[in-house]
């Protein structure tokens, strides 16, 4: 039963580094494009970060304990950065700041995964 979770945690993660290159990238692609607008691949990256952020903090098996401080705040980041993407993604154009906070938010999630131990 470890080797299914296990691999569920795996293509849980997978997908969840999916929704970080939607985010990124579609945040990237809508910067050179001129127009500072949120974009479709933006929403559905910050909702599959979200769902698979929320999915890899069950056990799902683990022989060692969670940080529920780092999920914590890993989860209040994603909230926020998906909270941004959905209320503007109708809008022409958005505040550059509100976009590059989107951008700046993302890659702190990023950090916070790979550097907090």
């Not at 500072?36 to 069950?58: E, F, K």
């Not at 780092?70 to 989860?75: E, P």
Request: proline residues 1%.
């Amino acid at each position: 039963m470890i080797r299914g979770m296990n691999a569920l945690r795996l293509i849980l993660l997978y997908a969840h580094l999916i929704g970080f290159a939607l985010l990124l990238g579609g945040a990237v692609a809508q910067y050179l494009s001129g127009t500072i607008r949120i974009n479709t691949a933006m929403l559905w990256g910050a909702v599959t970060q979200l769902v698979t952020g929320v999915a890899l903090s069950a056990p799902l098996g683990r022989d060692y304990d969670l940080n529920y401080t780092k999920i914590s705040v890993k989860l209040v980041v994603a909230v926020a950065i998906f909270v941004m993407v959905f209320f503007s993604r109708k809008r022409e154009a958005v505040n550059s700041g509100h976009f590059f906070a989107i951008v700046g938010l993302t890659l702190v999630n990023a950090a916070v995964a790979v550097f907090w131990r």
